[in-house]
């Protein structure tokens, strides 16, 4: 527009501008309007003098308040002022009539009002009457269907039409009965003259308008064929839902789409995606305290809570894993290489490396658990525990199906919503304990699991869908390998945690116990002191396990009767535990270990070792022979293999017999009796046998066995001596029963090395591997007589 400012004198060649806000004069129309703003009241004024003539025109914005030629639209509509009336606060209320369409060609401002020059828009009539007709007739029955279906219009406006002029006059007339026409299609009707164009875009939004009227209806139809009249609140919710349903639009507000849009926000797979939005939409069609919609949106609320992509990142140093591993464990060296391994691996290719499922094999108390916790914090990942113990469904892993009531996911869906990361490390806690049932077995669920090609789109069976695991950083811990199935233990690594040595549970009483009870208990260091001594009583009287849970609870309760002396005599400041103390307030020594007596006759007596829950122990094996019938009896509660042990030792004393200078018939004519007292505990495993011989070639020779000699080996018929488990506990617990010498199965010389250091050098190992050479070490007298003298 070109602006010059200049006096402004009436002519009727210039007109005041009138804007006005979201409203578009059409010609012929009369409507009221109130003037508020000054510079609106002077233009109107202005008008006033110059024959009641006014331009108005729509604003562009309705936020600007003092708007300029360049806010307002320069199409518009030369109008004539036909009432005025002076409200209360200065403001005017006019009656005004469109007279022509007009634009703005000059813009004459001044300070007070906006004052233009312009030019009619005279309507284009097309020269082809015959195609014009033709839309006009359109044009009517569109209106008299859209009449039909609004009862406000009349629909009698259209039969005056005879002529052109009154074609123009009328099809401004319906834009003006089209009240859902928005802003923007009125401005675009008044800026068209061409009278042929502007019927047909009429024509156009007549037909849009009576689509939706029909589509109103008929949700209305359906809605009062289903609910009654005076159910309001229920009746408006199910129009709404209809509404919707016809459109095909989605809902804007409420519940849905807050869960709509957190679902945008979740990059969740095309499947997951397509399943939630299918749930969505069922759920606006469901009545909100129905049952199938709790189901639906306890499963959206799932997809939701679930991480998809959202991950931590990984605090690769390897310094700083190394120094949180030792803080936090004593030991351990096995595990801490592998963890460390994992992490330079990682480091080095700068992606996850496959096949990262640890399983921790040892005894209660060893700290399979906690070390999953500080391999988590070594990596800087979010850490989840799942147990297994007891489990014997398979939906606890897989989830149950949503058809069945209070249905859930499984445990590794609900460890995920926990950890909120994609890649926790999740610690699937005694994995040995899993049983099975007529429901499944939670074994084979975990095949999918544990295996790196296939959980990358695992499925629960609730959320039925692809989830991937591949992130996952998953650790097993077992008491035993035994108790898990074969499948499983294929896909995991095995790192064995064996039983602590004393030296070891010293060492972490002193530096791990100790300092976290005291910090428990609020005692300072000062208050409460106990000599290394004094913890080795605690340790080898009080305690028989391979972990260090009983010493933990043993040093717990000296911290609370410390407590408890400080409250009774406030003057103590600080306590020593010493011997005295420990015997006062525990008790007697419960697993007191001492040396078999060296006077003892220990003829049919032989020292065995033994692999325990709770770590080594030391197992007397008697043997006695007496006239019969060549009966062999067995008691202490023992097992099958152990019974085949005896046996397999029994048929090689038979095969040597002549060595040992028995007769060859000796069995026919006595009856043997091998006893292993603690009858109530069961008892099995084939590395008694040697011992078991022993015991019994001592009592058919007459033989006594050296009381400070150990022993653990399988035997065959043959007599060779094959490898055991569990040595490095065996061994412990002969050296704490003074055990001088252990003999050993040569095959378990190499494995024996790697823990040697941590046994030291207090008892002799004699390593073996045939049972003539045992039978030479463990008995006082050579049982092979002068004739094998000769042969060395």
């Given at each position: 527009m070109n602006v010059e400012k200049e006096a402004i004198v009436p002519n009727e060649n210039i007109l005041s501008l009138l804007p006005l806000k979201n409203v578009v004069i059409l010609p012929k129309s009369i409507i009221p309007i109130i003037v508020g703003r000054e510079s609106s009241i002077k233009a109107v004024e202005f008008a006033l003098k110059n024959n009641k003539t006014i331009f108005i025109t729509a604003q562009k914005s309705p936020d600007i308040e003092h708007p300029t030629e360049n806010d307002v639209f320069e199409y518009g509509t030369k109008s004539i002022i036909l009432q005025v009336m002076r409200m209360p606060n200065n403001a005017l209320k006019i009656l005004v009539e469109g007279i022509s369409r007009a634009k703005v060609t000059k813009v004459n401002s001044t300070n007070e009002f906006i004052c233009i020059n312009y030019e009619d828009l005279p309507t284009i009539n097309s020269e082809n009457h015959i195609e014009i007709e033709a839309i006009w007739r359109q044009l009517q029955t569109l209106y008299i269907s859209y009449a039909k279906l609004n009862e406000r219009i009349p629909a009698d406006l259209l039969n005056t039409a005879r002529s052109n002029e009154d074609m123009d006059y009328l099809t401004d007339t319906i834009a003006l009965h089209l009240t859902s026409l928005s802003f923007n299609e009125r401005q675009e009707i008044l800026e068209t003259a061409d009278l042929k164009e502007r019927m047909l875009k009429i024509a156009g939004l007549l037909k849009k308008e009576i689509e939706i009227l029909k589509t109103e209806q008929r949700i209305?139809?359906?809605?009062?064929?289903?609910?009654?009249?005076?159910?309001?609140?229920?009746?408006?919710?199910?129009?709404?839902?209809a509404i919707q349903?016809?459109?095909?639009?989605?809902?804007?507000?409420?519940?849905?789409?807050?869960?709509?849009?957190?679902?945008?926000?979740?990059?969740?797979?095309?499947?997951?995606?397509?399943?939630?939005?299918?749930?969505?939409?069922?759920?606006?069609?469901?009545?909100?305290?129905?049952?199938?919609?709790?189901?639906?949106?306890?499963?959206?609320?799932?997809?939701?809570?679930?991480?998809?992509?959202?991950?931590?990142?990984?605090?690769?140093?390897?310094?700083?894993?190394?120094?949180?591993?030792?803080?936090?464990?004593?030991k351990l060296n096995k595990a801490k290489e592998r963890i460390i391994e994992f992490l330079a691996a990682k480091k080095f290719s700068g992606s996850t490396e496959k096949a990262t499922i640890i399983c921790l094999v040892g005894p209660p108390g060893v700290g399979k658990t906690s070390l999953g916790q500080a391999i988590a914090q070594s990596l800087g990942r979010e850490f989840v525990r799942i147990s297994l113990g007891g489990i014997r469904d398979e939906a606890e892993i897989r989830g149950h199906r949503r058809t069945y009531i209070g249905a859930l996911p499984g445990k590794i869906i609900q460890a995920m919503k926990k950890a909120k990361y994609t890649n926790p490390v999740i610690l699937l806690d005694e994995i040995d304990k899993m049983s099975r049932d007529m429901h499944g077995d939670p074994a084979a669920a975990l095949l999918e699991v544990l295996d790196p090609e296939q959980n990358k789109s695992f499925t629960d069976h609730f959320l039925d869908l692809e989830y991937d695991l591949s992130n996952v950083m998953f650790i097993t811990t077992a008491n035993h390998i035994e108790g898990i199935p074969y499948p499983l233990l294929d896909r995991m690594e095995m790192i064995s945690l064996s039983g602590y040595s004393e030296n070891e549970k010293l060492e972490i009483a002193t530096k791990f116990l100790i300092p976290k009870k005291l910090k428990e208990?609020?005692?300072?260091?000062?208050?409460?002191?106990?000599?290394e001594d004094n913890l080795r009583i605690i340790i080898s009287e009080y305690t028989k396990e391979a972990g260090v849970r009983q010493i933990e609870r043993i040093i717990s309760k000296l911290i609370r009767k410390t407590i408890q002396r400080f409250l009774v005599n406030k003057s103590t400041r600080s306590i020593s535990i010493t011997t005295e103390i420990i015997r006062e307030w525990l008790g007697?020594?419960?697993?007191?270990?001492?040396?078999?007596?060296?006077?003892?006759?220990?003829?049919?007596?032989?020292?065995?070792?033994?692999?325990?829950?709770?770590?080594?122990?030391?197992?007397?094996?008697?043997?006695?022979?007496?006239?019969?019938?060549?009966?062999?009896?067995?008691?202490?509660?023992?097992?099958?293999?152990?019974?085949?042990?005896a046996q397999a030792a029994l048929s090689y004393i038979r095969s040597r017999s002549k060595e040992l200078g028995l007769k060859g018939s000796f069995i026919s004519s006595k009856d043997i009796h091998i006893h292993i007292p603690e009858g109530s505990t069961p008892k099995d495993g084939p590395s008694a046998g040697i011992t078991m011989c022993i015991a019994l070639v001592s009592a058919l020779t007459k033989n006594p066995v050296k009381p400070d000699f150990a022993m653990t080996g399988e035997i065959t018929l043959r007599g060779r001596v094959l490898a055991v488990g569990g040595l490095k506990e065996k061994i412990l617990a002969a050296k704490q029963y003074k055990m001088n010498s252990v003999i050993v199965p040569k095959e378990n010389f190499d494995e024996i090395q790697e823990f040697k250091k941590d046994i030291g050098d207090d008892v002799k190992l004699v390593y073996l591997e045939n049972m003539d050479e045992v039978l030479r070490q463990a008995l006082i007298n050579n049982p092979f007589g002068k004739i094998k003298q000769s042969r060395k």
């Open positions: 209305k139809g359906h809605i009062q064929n289903q609910v009654e009249k005076n159910q309001r609140e229920y009746y408006l919710n199910e129009q709404i839902k349903k016809e459109l095909g639009r989605e809902d804007q507000h409420g519940e849905i789409t807050q869960l709509r849009d957190k679902l945008k926000g979740l990059h969740l797979t095309k499947e997951a995606q397509e399943k939630a939005e299918k749930e969505l939409k069922r759920l606006e069609q469901m009545p909100s305290l129905s049952s199938e919609a709790v189901v639906s949106r306890n499963y959206v609320d799932w997809i939701i809570s679930l991480p998809w992509n959202k991950k931590t990142k990984d605090s690769i140093s390897l310094e700083q894993a190394e120094k949180i591993l030792e803080k936090s464990h004593a208990y609020g005692l300072k260091s000062s208050q409460f002191n106990i000599s007697q020594a419960k697993y007191k270990k001492t040396s078999l007596d060296p006077k003892k006759n220990t003829v049919g007596l032989a020292t065995g070792l033994a692999w325990t829950e709770f770590g080594g122990d030391v197992l007397e094996i008697e043997a006695t022979v007496v006239p019969g019938k060549g009966s062999v009896t067995l008691t202490g509660q023992l097992g099958e293999v152990m019974q085949e042990s």
